[in-house]
């Protein structure tokens, strides 16, 4: 089955920039969207199309897509962005299933 | 505003069977593809299945397919997932979410809160 494979965790200081990275051998022929979900609640979509924002996300949030790579960017990092971040992409074999990335906690020190 | 309540989890036993529901408002419910994701509990996210806009297309993951079936009453603004065969396994907070495009490729633009479905005896 198809995999998304992310760092388990990634630790910066407030105002820092974070990196999180997501990879799967689809990512070149399949866009990859982005999550954001803090303790108990349901996760919030933060980039789409590899590197487009949603209304009402921040600018410090910023995607981007390099081979079978595709990178989580927070510039300026605060606080209240401590939480877990997941990628999400679908198969490209056609059976139109999606799947989520194993996941990244974002600690700010 | 855009709004997706899920109801019908609990606590069942392995083998037993339950019926989520989910209530959108907020959007023309018909226009979209929706989802049903789970995340066991200290886990990541799991796409489980999803519908198309007239409930004439079905994709599942594997690890439920024969067991777990997905549908929705556009009349009622509503989306279903009947659950079967449970196991241990599938104990999970399970989410609604709205899909922005449909397959091949499309994000989930809006989630519910969640309901607890817990299966042991």
């Known amino acids: 089955s198809y995999e998304l494979t992310q760092p388990p965790s990634v630790s910066v200081s407030p105002g820092q920039t974070a990196r999180i990275t997501c990879s799967g051998d689809?990512?070149?022929?399949?866009?990859a969207y982005w999550y954001q979900q803090k303790p108990g609640q349901a996760p919030v979509l933060v980039i789409y199309?590899?590197?487009e924002r949603p209304s009402g996300i921040p600018e410090r949030f910023s995607g981007s897509s390099s081979g079978t790579t595709v990178t989580l960017t927070i510039s300026g990092v605060q606080a209240e962005d401590e939480a877990d971040y997941y990628c999400?992409?679908?198969?490209?074999?056609?059976?139109?299933?999606?799947?989520f990335g194993t996941g990244t906690k974002v600690t700010v020190l | 505003e855009v709004q997706l309540v899920e109801s019908g989890g609990g606590l069942v036993q392995p083998g037993g069977s339950l019926r989520l529901s989910c209530a959108a408002s907020?959007?023309?419910?018909?226009?979209?593809?929706m989802s049903w994701v789970r995340q066991a509990p200290g886990k990541g996210l799991e796409w489980v299945a999803n519908?198309?806009?007239?409930?004439?297309?079905?994709y599942y993951v594997d690890s439920v397919k024969g067991r777990f079936t997905i549908s929705r009453d556009n009349a009622k603004n509503s989306l279903y997932l009947q659950m079967n065969s449970l196991r241990a396994e599938d104990t999970a907070v399970y989410y609604c979410?709205?899909?922005?495009?449909?397959?091949?490729?499309?994000?989930?633009?809006?989630w519910g809160q969640g309901t607890l479905v817990t299966v042991s005896s």
């Open positions: 979410a709205r899909e922005s495009r449909g397959p091949p490729s499309s994000s989930f633009d809006y």
């Open positions: 999400q992409s679908a198969d490209s074999s056609g059976t139109f299933l999606y799947v």
């Open positions: 199309k590899d590197s």
């Open positions: 519908i198309k806009q007239d409930g004439s297309e079905k």
């Open positions: 907020g959007f023309t419910f018909s226009s979209y593809w």
């Open positions: 689809a990512l070149p022929k399949q866009y």
